[in-house]
């Protein structure tokens, strides 16, 4: 089993950056399929993006690519997503996720989750 702390959201005005970490108990980190996720108010749980365990690997959603990237450090048990030229549409609850399985985007086949954190973008 493994538990997941968000941080590092705020408040920023749309074009700027953030960096979000999501630290990881246990020491079995390494062996977990890691995703971001966020919602916002009135819709559902979107894919943001997805790194396997080694971090050779990463998927990111269209609405995203280009603008934020996944990464992941095993040695402290961390995952990341730098997140630069933030649109207001990108406000929402951001959430870290883990699975032992392969990589994938949908939420339901993710079983551990972190509280979230909020990201609001002002324009």
């Known amino acids: 089993q493994v538990q997941l702390v968000e941080s590092g959201g705020g408040l920023v005005q749309a074009g700027g950056s953030l960096r979000l970490s999501c630290a990881a108990s246990g020491r079995t980190f390494s062996s977990y399929t890691m995703g971001w996720f966020r919602q916002a108010p009135g819709k559902e749980r979107e894919f943001v993006a997805a790194i396997n365990w080694r971090g050779g690997t990463t998927l990111h959603a269209d609405s995203v690519k280009g603008r934020f990237t996944i990464s992941r450090d095993n040695a402290k048990n961390t995952l990341f997503l730098q997140m630069n030229s933030l649109k207001p549409e990108d406000t929402a609850v951001y959430y870290c996720?883990?699975?032992?399985?392969?990589?994938?985007?949908?939420?339901?086949?993710?079983?551990?989750w972190g509280q979230g954190a909020q990201v609001t973008v002002s324009s």
């Open positions: 996720a883990a699975r032992r399985e392969v990589l994938t985007t949908t939420p339901s086949e993710y079983n551990y």
